[in-house]
């Protein structure tokens, strides 16, 4: 009864320094990833008709742009438009269809990114969070994956069964 897409990738680089291998991955894993496996899924919910939940676990940079991630800031914004799109379609079957864009959440992928600007920049992995990854952020530390967690969940009780489209941030 719910599917949660969440997967991503990234590499940081300059705009012209991204390969067409780089952009083909970077779009397959974060949003190719996301409708193909999206569309058997609610294909099997209508049949069944299951009154289903999907869930696409985006970004800040699907609605917000960043240095450096011009690959990855593209896969996310596709990611939005997706998710309202299929909102659209699964509706009227009773299927909703959200995402969640989050800033920097603790995870492997943003240790790594920790560790690579504080090499680029020469700057402690404090220094780097506070300083580049939490510049523009509202709430002045990483967001936990549990806290992810916790939206899903909501998401998916009957609180939420009206909701659809919806592109909650978490920042």
Same mark, same amino acid.
């Given at each position: 009864?719910?599917?949660?897409?969440?997967?991503?990738?990234?590499?940081?680089?300059?705009?012209?320094?991204?390969?067409?291998?780089?952009?083909?991955?970077?779009?397959?894993?974060?949003?190719?990833?996301?409708?193909?496996?999206?569309? &058997?899924?609610?294909?099997?919910?209508?049949?069944?008709?299951?009154?289903?939940?999907? +869930?696409?676990?985006? %970004?800040?940079?699907?609605?917000?742009?960043?240095?450096?991630?011009?690959?990855?800031?593209? %896969?996310?914004?596709?990611?939005?438009?997706?998710? /309202? %799109?299929?909102?659209?379609?699964?509706?009227?079957?009773? +299927?909703?269809?959200?995402?969640?864009? &989050?800033?920097?959440?603790?995870? &492997?992928?943003?240790?790594? /990114? +920790?560790?690579? /600007?504080?090499?680029?920049?020469?700057?402690? &992995?404090?220094?780097?969070?506070?300083?580049?990854?939490?510049?523009?952020?509202?709430?002045?530390?990483?967001?936990?994956?549990?806290?992810?967690?916790?939206?899903?969940?909501?998401?998916?009780?009957? /609180?939420?069964?009206?909701?659809?489209? %919806?592109?909650?941030?978490?920042?």
């Amino acid at each position: 009864d719910i599917l949660v897409n969440n997967a991503g990738m990234a590499y940081l680089e300059r705009f012209e320094e991204i390969t067409p291998e780089h952009w083909r991955r970077v779009l397959a894993v974060n949003l190719d990833a996301v409708f193909f496996l999206t569309q &058997p899924i609610s294909r099997r919910m209508v049949e069944a008709g299951i009154k289903g939940r999907i +869930i696409n676990l985006s %970004s800040k940079n699907g609605l917000v742009a960043e240095a450096g991630l011009a690959h990855y800031n593209a %896969s996310k914004g596709g990611i939005e438009l997706l998710t /309202q %799109s299929l909102a659209i379609e699964l509706g009227p079957f009773g +299927i909703t269809v959200n995402s969640i864009c &989050p800033a920097y959440v603790r995870t &492997p992928l943003v240790d790594g /990114q +920790i560790a690579d /600007q504080a090499r680029a920049h020469n700057l402690s &992995p404090e220094e780097v969070i506070e300083t580049i990854m939490l510049k523009n952020a509202a709430v002045k530390r990483l967001i936990e994956p549990a806290e992810i967690g916790e939206l899903v969940l909501y998401l998916c009780s009957a /609180q939420a069964a009206c909701m659809t489209g %919806s592109m909650i941030t978490m920042d």
